[in-house]
């Protein structure tokens, strides 16, 4: 597995290297380079070698994700919502879906998963989205926004409500009625992707339905949403990992007053918080990742929390570094200014702070009693 990791860190390297700020100004990534990283399994990493994949443990995936995410956000947030739809499908699909669908994930084809609506956020209870029977097919209708990586995507899977039930449907992006529009502008991972997705009657077999459809909706959303904030968090660590290098780097070589920024003890008491933020996000990711590979019950609330911390110091990091590098670092087409703006939006996708902070408590009560 170390070799494998090894490999998939080098390949990563390789073709992202440096020319993340460039696709960043451009907002857009080039397909060529997402669709050789899928077809080595690096953007679902877990997915097992008898579907192509790499097979690697929770623990060792998240570290390739922050790998990917201390280069370009970006790439990282496909790899997260390419890998979302990869667990859904070992998770939620049946056998003969399974082994249909994981090898066209570790092949090149790429892939998105459609949660948020314009009334269904955070409370993914208010999904509108519908799928209903017509004989060996399925209709669906409903709108979906913020839909990361729909833009490059040739398959999404639309979460819908399935009667009382919920259900995730594979949906071709070719499929008549699928319409995808660009999110114009986002604050941050402005390649990534983003987009709404409108689905007007849109008619697919009825075997694009995982296990069938007819299953409970906190089942389907956690079920995708944990491997989301894992993945997510794991990329916090990636951008935090980017600014010190950064940070560090500049403070060692600018000099003020007749002597190197590190010198001043402000400038250093910065560094020394960047580094602990990036500790701190780095552990509470192994600690999740080692809840997940356990098959641990509490995965879920350390999901929650790696997402939570990693984001939030991400946020604050990502500003330390910015001022450090002061004018250096504010102005687009830099790793830190890049960096400023990408950990904002991690502070909102796959649950907002708020979100987070109300499901902590919840757990704090129960697990108190």
């Known amino acids: ?27 857009e990534l080039p397909e060529p380079v997402l669709r050789e990283l899928g077809a080595a399994g690096v ?47 070992r998770r ?9 669908l994981l090898p066209l994930l570790t092949s090149g084809r790429l892939a998105a998963v459609a949660f948020s609506e314009p009334d269904a956020g955070s409370d993914l209870s208010a999904i509108g989205a519908r799928v209903e029977r017509a ?16 833009h490059y995507a040739d398959l999404i899977l639309v979460v819908a409500r399935d009667g009382d039930d919920a259900a995730v449907v594979v949906v071709p992006r070719s499929a008549p009625g699928v319409h995808v529009e660009r999110v114009p502008n986002p604050v941050g991972c ?27 909706l906190p089942l389907v959303v956690t079920t995708a949403l944990s491997y989301g904030r894992m993945s997510v968090a794991w990329g916090c660590a990636g951008i935090l990992r980017a ?24 400038v250093a008491r910065r560094v020394a918080e960047l580094y602990v933020a990036e500790q701190v996000a780095t552990r509470a990711c192994e600690h999740a990742s080692r809840r997940w590979d356990a098959g641990a019950p509490d995965v879920v609330t350390a999901a929650v929390l790696a997402k939570h911390v990693g984001a939030g110091q991400a946020a604050a990091g990502a500003a330390s570094a910015v001022q450090l ?40 009560m129960t697990s108190a009693r």
């Open 1 to 27: 597995m170390a070799d494998r990791l090894a490999a998939a860190a080098a390949l990563v390297e390789d073709l992202v290297g440096e020319r993340a700020d460039g696709w960043d100004l451009a907002g």
């Open 325 to 364: 590098l002061a004018s250096r670092g504010s102005q687009d087409g830099t790793v830190v200014a890049r960096a400023y703006r990408d950990a904002k939006l991690m502070e909102i996708i796959e649950g907002t702070t708020e979100v987070c902070q109300v499901l902590l408590a919840q757990h704090a």
């Open 243 to 266: 600014c010190l290098r950064a940070a560090t780097a500049h403070v060692a070589e600018r000099r003020q007053f007749g002597r190197p920024l590190i010198d001043h003890q402000l």
């Open 92 to 100: 939620l699909g049946d056998r003969d879906q399974q082994r249909a």
């Open 190 to 216: 402005r390649a990534a992707g983003h987009a709404g997705v409108r689905l007007d009657a849109v008619r697919v077999p009825a075997d694009a339905v995982l296990g069938g459809g007819g299953q409970p």
């Open 43 to 89: 953007l679902c990493g877990q997915v097992g070698p008898e579907h192509g994949g790499l097979g690697l443990s929770s623990l060792d995936g998240g570290e390739l994700t922050a790998r990917a995410g201390s280069l370009c956000s970006s790439v990282r947030s496909v790899m997260t919502s390419h890998g979302m739809a990869a667990w859904a499908v």
């Open 135 to 150: 004989g060996d097919e399925v209709v669906l209708t409903g709108e979906k926004v913020w839909v990361t990586a729909a």
